[in-house]
């Protein structure tokens, strides 16, 4: 039986989404564009306790960034709403009940100090893991060990009560995942979770699997740290009676820190100085704060290419992919097991393939707008100029205002080192010689010219120019390192070009 494919990404709106999360997007969405299928976004909003307000709106605005656009959600609804599962709270209380009808879930009126002392009970008798389960049960206060008058009667009095579910003894619960193969769990390792929690909402585990199937989904993509509750996710929907309809798994490989030593947390982009975010995050009701990697200059295509190589590989040497390319080419059995180390001058090398994909005239508008944020005006035609100057040198396109900078603002200064290393006689004779020939041309004054020019300085003072080039572009851009010296010198135009040499041979001092 084939079934429309209909994936779905469910995340917590309890802060800024982190990058992993966004790779799980990225996955559910190519998953379902190489099978024609449906994206979902399901916002999973029935902790309350931990719901931050803003985290929904930026899990939008992130998606929406790089493209990874649900064809379905809260904003943009299909016919399996709500997205929201804070709006489907009416329905899952019946869904827990028809449970316990059905003798797979149960009640449990225990306080918390009841079920804080079994658990020290249970860590005095050197219980490793601590848990109510099947055994646990029978010495706590629930419908499986009250009599049916006393659960009515508590039930009637509005006394507190959870839902639980009931594990059985000794099963042994099976999956197939897509990524790991079988993975096979004996019942006795698990514990009779919560379904419904006393404030009347469900907990993550029956409402992920009520809305899985109201949802139709048919695959669920998902992060390794969700395996571990992937066997009672089965045994919910054999009790449900929804085996036909169970969707199949894929866990993913986690992000591991560049040293490949644990997983990849907010801590070590601090400690490194790289985002783990996708865009900024600013908490409205706290000062906690996070760098996005847009902010920080990446592209969406990079980081989009960057994050479908976490963990996954096309099974030849490509690396370039358009988003197009990648849904093409994405399979689920080409994902590894193996987590996957974030390394950071990836992301790098991939921004700096798209920048320089990109045209001219796109790229100088960055220029002009970073330009006008300093006050500058810079008009297009030398925007243009600034962008082919610098447009291979950087990773970033706020670096093509900061690299160019110095052609629109006259450096006032000199880099001291070079000045001492660099600055003699020799260059103050050929820059001397050469400000002079400046001032007298007329005509045509490219890159060419400069440098012919330059070249009868240094011939008719006798002086090496390879001595002094580096002294030249000291007096010129204020730096000893840069972009090709010669195109600048022709951007700058002969009479500013002339300008500064004169300036920097009345500033600097001549040392030997
Ligand atoms: N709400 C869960 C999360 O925040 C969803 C896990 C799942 O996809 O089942 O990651």
């Known amino acids: 039986m084939s079934r429309e494919v209909r994936v779905r990404f469910a995340p917590s ?6 990058i992993g999360g966004v790779r799980t997007a990225l996955y559910n969405y190519l998953f379902a564009k190489k099978h024609q299928g449906t994206f979902i976004l399901r916002i999973e909003d029935t902790d309350q ?36 599962q804070s709006e489907r709270k009416p329905d899952y209380m019946q869904y827990a009940l028809d449970l316990v009808e059905k003798g797979h879930a149960y009640y449990a009126f225990d306080t918390a100090e009841e079920l804080e002392a079994m658990r020290e009970r249970l860590t005095a008798a050197r219980v490793v893991q601590p848990q109510y389960n099947s055994i646990t ?13 006393e659960v009515k009667a508590r039930l009637e009095s509005g006394e507190p009560y959870v839902i639980r579910v009931k594990i059985p003894r000794k099963e042994e619960v099976r999956l197939n995942d897509l990524i790991r193969g079988w993975v096979m769990v004996h019942s006795s390792t698990l514990d009779d979770k919560v379904l419904m929690k006393s404030d009347g909402m469900p907990t993550y585990h029956l409402a992920n699997i009520v809305d899985d199937h109201l949802m139709k989904i048919t695959h669920v993509i998902r992060g390794e740290e969700w395996l571990p509750s992937a066997p009672l996710h089965v045994l919910l929907y054999q009790f449900f009676g929804w085996e036909d309809s169970m969707p199949e798994f894929a866990h993913l490989p986690l992000l591991l820190k560049p040293d490949g030593n644990g997983k990849l947390s907010k801590r070590d982009g ?26 920080q200059g990446y592209l969406p295509e990079a980081l989009l290419n960057f994050l479908a190589f976490l963990g996954w590989n096309p099974g030849d040497e490509r690396e370039l992919f358009t988003k197009a390319e990648l849904v093409e080419a994405f399979s689920i059995d080409r994902i590894g097991k193996a987590g996957a180390k974030f390394d950071i001058a990836k992301a790098k090398w991939y921004n700096e393939h798209y920048l320089r994909a990109k045209s001219v005239d796109e790229l100088q508008q960055f220029v002009i707008q970073d ?18 100057l610098t447009k291979d040198r950087v990773t970033f396109p706020a670096e093509l205002w900061q690299e160019s900078k110095f052609l629109i603002v ?20 050929v820059l001397t010689h050469y400000a002079e020939r400046l001032q007298n041309h007329s005509g045509e004054f490219d890159a060419e010219t400069a440098k012919n020019l330059l070249a009868a300085s240094a011939d008719a003072v006798e002086v090496k120019l390879g001595k002094v080039m580096q002294a030249v572009r000291l007096a010129v851009t204020g730096a000893g390192a840069g972009p090709d010296l010669m195109e600048i010198f022709a951007i700058l135009g002969v009479k500013e070009l002339a300008n500064r040499i004169r300036f920097a041979l009345d500033q600097l001092p001549v040392n030997g």
């Open 13 to 18: 709106p309890t802060g800024p989404l982190h």
């Open 49 to 84: 306790a931990r719901y931050v307000p803003g985290a929904e709106e930026y899990i939008k605005e992130s998606l929406d960034w790089l493209g990874i656009t649900p064809d379905e959600s809260p904003w943009n609804p299909g016919n399996f709403g709500p997205y929201r």
């Open 137 to 149: 049960r029978t010495q706590m206060k629930n419908s499986l060990t009250l009599s049916a008058e």
């Open 270 to 295: 601090d400690r490194l100085g790289f985002p783990v975010f996708p865009i900024d995050w600013n908490n409205p009701s706290s000062s906690e704060t996070a760098m996005g990697f847009r902010e």
């Open 371 to 388: 330009a006008q944020k300093e006050g500058f005006e810079v008009s297009e035609e030398k925007a243009a100029a600034m962008v082919r």
């Open 410 to 429: 006259t450096p006032s200064t000199f880099d001291d080192q070079v000045a001492s290393k660099r600055w003699n006689a020799d260059a103050v004779k």
